[in-house]
């Protein structure tokens, strides 16, 4: 049954709502169902130019003339906005995506509001500096706007990705156009509701859901001085090589296939009781999921009872059921995807757990364990984007720590032992943008990021502001 409450019929641009110009609607599906969930304007390439347009106005207009305290109070009343829509954007997202509801109403529900009221802080720091010259006179040191900040996002964390991108670059006086996926059209509409009633000057975020030709365009957009981009590396390396081209700078949030490194004298019991936080949160959907367990071969049978036992006792359901650990994927496209990288590993590994679809309407895929894993085989080098893992044996720590190296990526990753400084040890090692040591969770006052092919620079911390500006010296004598 559709929600035609939850219809979005119109763009957010200018701090108005339009019609698209091709006045077309997008269906979005119901993960769990499979059925239409309500309907969604997308822009084409025409939109996005009006987007633009109209966020370079705001840029050189009220925007600009706004001190960083006055930016950082109009950032403090849109972290409210977001907060009190935070119940149903957390539902919205788990139906459209199909995300654990419990999942969801930390991260597309609090954590926007949250990020968004950090970076106010930051805002409040950003006062000009004035340096001595050793020649004398003195500089002084700005921080100023990069300017207009395409922001092109995933349907897999929706409302985090945005906001780690939008909060920082207003706190530092950028104006932003955001061009989320059509699978998530809906809840992106909830950050433009919550802009217009916290006041946000009109242009100054700019919400435009659409497909990849609207990325591109706007990735490639003459009037846009800054990307930031979270998604597939495929996408990332297309639009860095368009950047590379414009010298425009860029940052690439990408993929990831990490480790979760079990060293010899790991508690099990803990390991185990994270294993669905930390291996396939969001449903095996997460960049940075621990997806490669690496077992000493001493403990390799303890390790993969351990991990199937767990995985085959995890709840399938409705993401909007609490009871639910995993529950559908994001769409039909993603579950031939996730069978097939399955179908594939049965090939030449041992499948312990799972493997299937259930017989069930929705996008479901059954949580997947494989075991005797060659590291090398595509099932360990792939990222697959679904709840599938693969258990994969060493021999010795130098050992352990090459075939945790041995990745196209380098994202997240987690170490697993009952002595602090031996954990630690292990993680400063691995070559990767973050690593856990016995749990894994991002932390807002910590960069963010990842290495190789997961992508070029930061979000999230100080780290997180410092791509949406740029320095400007002022030498005076
Ligand atoms: P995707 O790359 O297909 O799409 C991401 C976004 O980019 C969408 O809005 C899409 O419309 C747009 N896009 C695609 N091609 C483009 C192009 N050539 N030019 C401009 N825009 C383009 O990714 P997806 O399938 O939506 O998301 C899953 C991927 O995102 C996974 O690989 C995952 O690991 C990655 N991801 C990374 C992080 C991170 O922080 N590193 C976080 C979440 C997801």
Known sequence: ??????????????????????????????????????????????????????????????????????????????????????????????????????????????????????????????????????????????????????????????????????????????????????????????????????????????????????????????????????????????????????????????????????????????????????????NGQTCHAATRILAPASRYREVVDVVTETVAGLTVGDPLDRATQVGPLVSAVQRERVLSHIARGTDYAKLTAGGGAPDRPGWFVEPTVFADVDNSSSIAQEEIFGPVLCVIPYRGEDEAIALANDSEYGLGGVVWSDDAEHGLALARRIRTGTVGVNHYELHINAPFGGVKASGLGRELGPEGIAPYLVAKSIYRR
Not at 71 to 87: G, V
Request: aromatic fraction near 4%; charge should be negative; charged fraction near 20%.
């Open 1 to 282: 049954m559709t929600a035609p409450e939850l219809d979005r019929p119109d763009l957010y641009i200018d701090g108005e709502w339009a019609a698209p110009a091709d006045g077309t609607a997008h269906e979005v599906i119901e993960a769990a169902t499979g059925e239409t969930l309500a309907t969604a304007a997308l822009a084409n390439a025409d939109d996005i130019d009006r987007a633009v347009a109209a966020a370079s106005r705001a840029l050189n207009g009220p925007w600009a003339s706004l001190t960083p305290a006055e930016r950082a109070r109009l950032l403090t009343a849109f972290a409210a906005e977001l907060n009190a829509r935070r119940k149903e954007t957390a539902a919205l997202v788990s139906r459209e995506n199909g995300m654990p509801l419990a999942l969801s109403r930390l991260v597309n529900g609090s954590a926007p509001a949250f990020i968004a009221q950090y970076y106010a802080g930051l805002a409040e720091s950003l006062d000009e500096e004035t340096r001595p010259s050793p020649t004398g006179g003195d500089t002084v040191v700005r921080r100023e706007p990069v300017g207009v900040v395409a922001a092109v996002t995933p349907w897999d964390y929706p409302q985090s990705l945005a906001i780690m991108k939008i909060a920082p670059a207003l706190a530092a006086g950028c104006t932003v156009v955001l061009k989320p996926p059509p699978e998530t059209a809906l809840d992106a509409f909830v950050l433009a509701d919550a802009a217009a009633a916290a006041g946000l000057p009109a242009g100054v975020l700019n919400v435009v859901p659409g497909g990849r030709e609207a990325g591109a365009r706007l990735v490639e957009h003459p009037d846009v001085d800054k990307v930031a981009f979270t998604g597939s590396t495929a996408a990332g390396r297309a639009i860095g090589e368009v950047a590379g081209r414009l010298l425009r700078p860029v940052t690439l949030e990408l993929g990831g296939k990490s480790v979760s490194l079990v060293a010899e004298d790991a508690d099990l019991e803990l390991f185990a009781s994270k294993l669905l936080d930390v291996s396939l949160p969001n």
